[in-house]
Every structure is written in C-alpha cells, then in structure tokens.
C-alpha cells in the first residue's frame, strides 16, 4: 500500500487512491512536500487582494448591519402597534 503524503507514516486507504490531494493550494491545504501559497505581505498583488476582499467583506457587514437595525426599528413599530391593539380590546373587554 501507498503511503499518504498528507501525513507520513501511515498507509494509504486505499492501494488505488489518487496520491494528490484534491484542494487548492489557495486554500492552503495540500501535501506536505509542496508549497503553498500564503499572504506575502511585502506583495504588492497579495496586499491589492487583501485590500479588495477587506473592503467587500465591510461592505457585506455594513449592508447586514443597515438591514438589521431597518428589521429592529419595523419590529418595534409592529410590536408598538399590537401592543396598543391588545390593550384595547383588553379595556373593551373589561368595560365594555
């Protein structure tokens, strides 16, 4: 049996398994005896990435943040409503 390049040592699951391992080396996942490619902040290009991801990443939490507080203002004027709602018919009940 094959040994795995993932961890050395141990053998294989299986004697007709693939020996590379299926990830990206982008996502920093691959066999020990390849490289793989981590954020080199002296690079231009790896710092631009890093730039645009941090700003669509703020722009994704900014939207959440707009949504949420536009869903907590709409519930308080919902439960304010019902809240005047319940209490009428509460003092219809009792006085008819």
């Given at each position: 049996?094959?040994?795995?390049k993932?961890?050395?040592?141990r053998?294989?699951a299986?004697?007709?398994?693939?020996i590379?391992?299926?990830f990206r080396h982008?996502?920093?996942?691959?066999?020990?005896?390849?490289?793989?490619?981590?954020?080199d902040?002296t690079?231009?290009?790896?710092?631009?990435g890093a730039?645009e991801?941090f700003d669509?990443?703020?722009?994704?939490v900014?939207t959440?943040?707009r949504?949420?507080?536009?869903?907590a203002v709409?519930l308080?004027?919902?439960?304010a409503?019902?809240i005047k709602i319940?209490?009428?018919?509460?003092l219809r009940?009792?006085?008819g």
């Amino acid at each position: 049996m094959p040994v795995s390049k993932t961890t050395p040592g141990r053998l294989g699951a299986r004697v007709i398994a693939p020996i590379r391992v299926a990830f990206r080396h982008r996502n920093d996942v691959g066999t020990q005896d390849e490289g793989t490619s981590e954020f080199d902040p002296t690079n231009v290009r790896d710092l631009h990435g890093a730039l645009e991801n941090f700003d669509r990443f703020r722009s994704q939490v900014e939207t959440a943040a707009r949504r949420a507080v536009t869903d907590a203002v709409a519930l308080a004027a919902l439960l304010a409503n019902n809240i005047k709602i319940l209490i009428g018919l509460i003092l219809r009940q009792l006085f008819g």
